[in-house]
Nanobody, 124 residues
Framework: QLQLVESGGGLVKPGGSLRLSCATP????????IGWFRQAPGKEREGVSC????????DYADSVKGRFTMSKDNAKNTVYLQMNSLKPEDTAVYYC?????????????????WGKGTQVTVSS
């Protein structure tokens, strides 16, 4: 079982920024694709971003392109999601997930290991 732990969620005003973190087991980023997913109240879970192991390229959902940036720090075994220009529609529980590959297209399922999530609320 691969343990993933998200942190960094909170309440932010529209237009603000947050950075989420996902702590992964040692060396996990060398072998697993890692992605961020979110689920808003009453909606299905959707893919936000995903990157293959050993790759610097990332696939993003159209709704977050240009606003969200995913990065990986292999030395710290941590994955980040920098979220800028946040909108109320970004409100959701955000999950970190891992698998041997990224779902294509970037849907909200198909990953093997999931964290428990962190709440992001965008509201004035």
């Amino acid at each position: 079982q691969l343990q993933l732990v998200e942190s960094g969620g909170g309440l932010v005003k529209p237009g603000g920024s947050l950075r989420l973190s996902c702590a992964t087991p040692e060396d996990a980023l060398d072998f697993y694709a890692i992605g961020w997913f979110r689920q808003a109240p009453g909606k299905e879970r959707e893919g936000v971003s995903c990157s293959l192991s050993g790759s610097s390229s990332t696939d993003y959902a159209d709704s977050v392109k240009g606003r969200f940036t995913m990065s990986k720090d292999n030395a710290k075994n941590t994955v980040y999601l920098q979220m800028n220009s946040l909108k109320p529609e970004d409100t959701a529980v955000y999950y970190c997930a891992a698998a041997w590959g990224c779902p294509s297209p970037l849907v909200g399922y198909g990953m093997d290991y999931w964290g428990k999530g962190t709440q992001v609320t965008v509201s004035s």
